[in-house]
């Protein structure tokens, strides 16, 4: 048995930013439009007027301030509401394979390997651009790496349980140094037209690289224990898949081909499971809530992340204890723990302890205890 490790991690953040205030200036000319051009049958009470979204609400319900994405201009025209992305050619680079070149590069650089010495890719995320081939042997070719490769996808806690499959595959041998990539174009599974879901998601890419402890160049984090939990819950849910053309005719309804949640039962459903999972994970690892110097947390939504690192820690956690990012990036699905991780761990000393842990649809929950060596 071997001992795993992180040994470097990358994050790719595309350029493109859409700040609170210019997102519901789009929203509200779009309900505007639509109100006019459904006026008599609103006044009929046969169609629902569309209300006003508001940053203000935005901003205190999640915590979001802006969200990175692929393509601004197809979110923001009021005529579009979704990322306009480029068809590609089966013989050029994938979207989500070009996004994981550039995280796996940084992952990599910071491990000191090179892309050769790559036996296993992982990329795992909420979405896939295609069925097949995998991305993820697409990124394996692109990389020149050698072994194998496979894509997963397990939502939001895509990120943790590719960890885990790495991790255990480390541990036994069978691998000796794997990336795990997490390209989320959240933007392209988000219905922009529905106010109460619009702002929640940025697009991203994270990666990681885990190779055995004694391989490590430079500083590295064992991993020290996992674990993944589920438990079957309608409450996040898209349809869409490759059954969607055999419906019969008139049943495809294109709003359960996108994200859709019923956030309140989320909120109230997944907040005890994600505390009493990290606490259980925590006491049958021996490690103590005040032994942790960090939690990086999925990123969702700042109220949440404030009541898990309080019912966690057993009081307020301060303020580099429990980073959160999404004000910068939104919800990134599985990647928002890993942007936590890579942008704050940097200061940690060998001894110290922390959690990255993810919680979604599903419902999913992922956690990754590990120790600053
Ligand atoms: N602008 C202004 N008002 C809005 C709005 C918007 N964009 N969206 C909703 N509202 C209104 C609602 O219509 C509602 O009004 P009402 O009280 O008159 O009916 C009110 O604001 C509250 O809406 P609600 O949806 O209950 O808000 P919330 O406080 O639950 O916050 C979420 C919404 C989505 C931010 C929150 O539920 C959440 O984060 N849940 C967990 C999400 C999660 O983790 N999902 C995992 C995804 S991977």
Known sequence: MYQPAITGSGVFTPTQV???DELVLSFNAYADRFNSQHAEAIAAGEVQA?????????????GIMQRHVMDK??????????????QRTDDEPGIMAEMAMDACSKALAQAGRAPDEVDLVICAASNHERAYPAIAIEVQQLLGAGG???DMNVACSSATFGLQAAADMIRSGSVRCAVVVNPE?????LEWRDRDCHFIFGDVCTATVLERAEDAQGAHFLVTSTRCATQFSNNIRNNNGFLRRSRPAGTVDRRDMQFMQNGRKVFKEVLPLVVSHISGHLADSGVGADDLRRLWLHQANKTMNDFIGRKVLG??????????????????????S??????YSD????????????????????SVLLERA
């Open 73 to 86: 201009d197809g979110v923001l025209d009021p005529e579009v509401m979704h990322p306009l992305l480029r």
């Open 347 to 366: 200061d940690m000393v060998p001894g110290d302890k922390g959690v990255i842990c993810s919680f979604g649809a599903g419902y999913s929950v992922g």
């Open 315 to 336: 009081r307020v956690p301060e303020a580099d204890e429990q980073p959160n990012i999404l004000q910068d990036y939104a919800n990134t699905s599985s990647a928002g």
């Open 50 to 62: 569309k209300a006003h979204s508001s940053s203000e609400f935005i901003m205190n319900a999640s």
């Open 185 to 189: 174009i959240c933007s392209g599974h």
């Open 338 to 343: 890993i942007i936590a991780f890579s942008q």
């Open 18 to 20: 859409i700040t609170n």
């Open 148 to 150: 194998f490769a496979f």
